[in-house]
């Protein structure tokens, strides 16, 4: 029997889901090793009768609360997909914010019609069996990861820092390019290829730190290179801030 | 029809970006209340920019749509640049073109194949047509293999692009890397004919209501990256003018806020580019758009669809030249003469107080980035006109105009076109905060 599957989103840009659409020719291999019978971004036929869900985005407002359990009441297995997920992401950069402040700055006088929670991960809600990490989520992976889910076998997540991928494609360091940078490789999980320092740009920590980071040492490397803490603690929180208070 | 009682509630409007809902309520066959609620939870991208140095703004705002990263991270860095002052290379703006014309290619391939053609074969997804319409899909799925490879080569990944940068690109493609797209985008071509063959077929609902269409207009090309901002009701502006014509308001029903012009609602995206731009599409493009009927002015929202078709003949020819005309010039590294400002790069010392505003066209249509920096090179405040909140308001217009057209119509058969009319405006609701759900009031 194809176990059922369902996709769900909350608080994100939908690029996980997207991804998942994105598969190419691959997708349609994907499609038949299971049933997917909630899929709403790509089609209308809305079923709640699943096992596994996949679950985009983060909590962010009080009815997710309820919809999340709902979810996790009917599945059997939860997945955490993609960044806004798995650490609240980009959506928890707010949360370091004055709520009051930032909600009257978008919608103004009206502020008051729209109720919101500081943004969370799912975790913070129910509880999750695997997570698919990265903003967006890395294609390949996640073609490897959804057959091992379906067929009952814990996923293969890297555990190791960025670095290890990046010195594997034989990147020069970018500590070693210029002063004054900040590049999460060092404490950040792999599993992207390292594809962010690839292209010239420092790792951002999307995937979310590696189960025992070495934050001392990197706290060392980034004031040899001159980062000031205010500059550090932006840099956690673009995807992470959320994570040493969890 | 008199004395009808409807009421209509689709609750998470499928197949589209994001989660919206649409409302109608109509008693003794007179429309009660009608409305597009935009349900999804409020981002506060405008928020979280603040406080941000200035060159990480591209890639937080990238994070506002997973479908057109692209867009988002070119009206960031044009702003950027609009502030600092500073004029990318001919060859970056090259770039950044063939960049455009692989994002619209894409959402366009999406929305037109994926999204919005089930509704004409009477299936739910584009799942089944993987077995009705197999070619179908596979064109489809061939044409966003295309956009996806040109974004992964050129900006490092497509959702969310990596390199782009103020004033250049961290990473440049290599000239072997332009050929080997070069060929991919004209054995693309061949999918054209079939494409325009199955879309030629499909039957599109009898409605027109005349709009404002509002686009970016330039003197050189069809506007799909830069120009001027132009309204087929009143006239052309500057980017830096936009709060003086456009205007933003919060309504109760939406998350998402409503803009509107000074005449009133307008519809931005495809249709609206086609309607101001027709004569600059690519001799191929204009071909496909008298194949497929349409002839400008097309006031016909239902058929935004069929304008995004014409466009993605558009952005494969427009493609091809770009990449030609690039490799004629030959890449050069400018990263020494020309270094590019990244998320990480340490310059915001020498940075002073500036504003600057950056438009581009999305694929759903006009957008805008405002960003005001302090002296430390952090950002004060953002502001950032999505198309999606500028279609809002003329959505609920053209339904308030349909309504009572097809009011003796079944009520599914009600149901399935109001589904059908914000589906083809292609609502990008994660960007203007998410959108769609049909409620009839019952």
């Known amino acids: 029997m194809k176990p059922k599957v369902g996709f769900f989103d909350f608080t994100s840009c939908e690029g996980c889901q997207l991804t998942v659409l994105s598969t190419g020719e691959r997708l349609l291999d994907l499609v038949s090793s299971v049933d997917i019978v909630n899929f709403r971004e790509a089609s209308s036929q809305i079923g709640h009768d699943y096992d596994i869900a996949f679950i985009e985005g983060s909590v962010a407002k009080p009815a997710d609360i309820d919809r999340l359990k709902e979810i996790r009441k009917n599945a059997k297995v939860c997945v955490a997909l993609g960044a806004c997920a798995h650490t609240a992401g980009v959506n928890a950069i707010r949360n ?5 402040e930032v909600k009257k700055r978008v919608y103004g006088e009206k502020a008051w019609v729209f109720d919101t929670i500081l943004a969370q991960p799912i975790d913070a809600v129910i509880k999750v069996e ?18 091992a889910i379906a067929s009952g076998v814990r996923p293969y997540i890297p555990d190791h820092p960025v670095c290890v991928e990046c010195k594997m494609r034989g990147n020069v360091c970018l500590y070693h390019r210029q002063n004054k940078i900040i590049c999460m490789g060092p404490i950040t999980r792999a599993g992207c290829g390292a594809i962010c ?14 189960s025992d980071p070495n934050i001392k040492a990197f706290e060392e490397v980034l004031e040899e290179h001159g980062v000031s803490p205010e500059d550090r603690m932006r840099f956690y929180r673009m995807f992470n801030g959320l994570m040493g208070v969890r | ?31 009660k209340e009608l409305k597009l609620e935009i349900v999804e939870s409020p981002r506060f991208f405008e928020a979280m920019l603040s406080g941000r140095r200035f060159p990480e703004a591209i890639h937080i705002a990238s994070r506002i749509c997973g479908i057109c990263a692209v867009s988002h991270s070119h009206a960031s860095v044009r702003a950027l640049e609009d502030a600092l002052g500073i004029k990318p290379s001919q060859q970056t703006e090259t770039l950044r073109r063939i960049l455009a014309a692989a994002e619209h290619l894409d959402s366009h391939a999406l929305h037109a194949f994926m999204l919005a053609a089930p509704d004409f074969l009477n299936l739910p997804s584009v799942i089944p047509m993987a077995s009705t319409n197999p070619d179908i899909v596979k064109t489809a799925i061939r044409l966003k293999k295309l956009a996806h490879d040109v974004c992964d080569t050129i900006a490092g990944r497509h959702t969310h692009p990596i390199s782009i940068a103020v004033n250049g690109f961290t990473n440049l493609v290599t000239e072997e890397q332009l050929k080997s797209l070069l060929k991919k985008v004209k054995d693309a071509m061949n999918d054209v004919p079939r494409m325009l063959d199955f879309f ?6 009898d409605f027109e209501r005349k709009t404002d269409y509002t686009s970016l207009t330039s003197r050189n090309e069809y506007a799909l990256y830069e120009g001027i901002i132009r309204s087929s009701e009143t006239g052309e502006y500057k980017h830096r003018d936009y709060r003086m014509k456009i205007s933003e308001r919060v309504v109760d029903h939406s998350t998402a806020k409503h803009a509107l012009g000074p005449h009133r609602p307008y519809m931005v995206g495809a249709l609206a580019r086609l309607n101001n731009n027709f004569h600059q599409l690519t001799p191929g493009a204009r071909e496909a758009a008298e194949r497929l009927g349409l002839r400008v002015p097309v006031h016909n929202p239902f058929k935004i669809t069929l304008a995004q078709v014409v466009e993605i ?38 940075v002073s107080r500036c504003w600057g505003v950056g438009v581009t066209e999305a694929p759903r249509g006009l957008l805008i980035h405002e960003y005001r920096i302090g002296n430390n090179g952090l950002i004060e405040s953002a502001n950032c006109v999505i198309p999606t909140a500028q279609n809002l308001a003329n959505i609920e217009a053209d339904m308030r105009e349909l309504v009572p057209q097809i009011l003796d119509r079944p009520k599914e058969e009600i149901r399935l076109m109001l589904e059908m009319l914000v589906r083809a405006y292609d609502p990008c609701i994660s960007c203007s905060t998410h959108l769609l759900e049909v409620k009839f009031v019952e």
């Not at chain 2, 030629?200 to 609902?205: E, N, V």
């Open chain 2, 313 to 350: 003949v558009h952005c494969l020819e427009w493609m091809s030249t770009l990449i030609e005309d690039l490799l004629a010039a030959g890449i050069k590294d400018e990263r020494a003469e020309r270094p590019p400002i990244a998320g990480w790069s340490a310059t915001l010392e020498k």
């Open chain 1, 130 to 147: 695997y997570f698919i990490p990265g903003c967006p989520i890395d294609k390949e992976e996640l073609l490897r990861v959804i057959p």
């Open chain 1, 96 to 100: 370091f914010h004055n709520q009051a």
């Open chain 2, 1 to 31: 029809m008199n004395g009808k009682d409807v009421e209509i509630n689709v609750h998470h409007v499928t197949r589209v970006e994001g989660h919206g809902n649409i409302v109608v309520d109509v008693k003794n066959g007179e429309l």
């Open chain 1, 197 to 210: 320092p690839s292209v010239g740009n420092a790792c951002e920590g999307c995937r979310g730190l590696v």
């Open chain 2, 200 to 205: 030629s077929s499909l039957k599109f609902p």
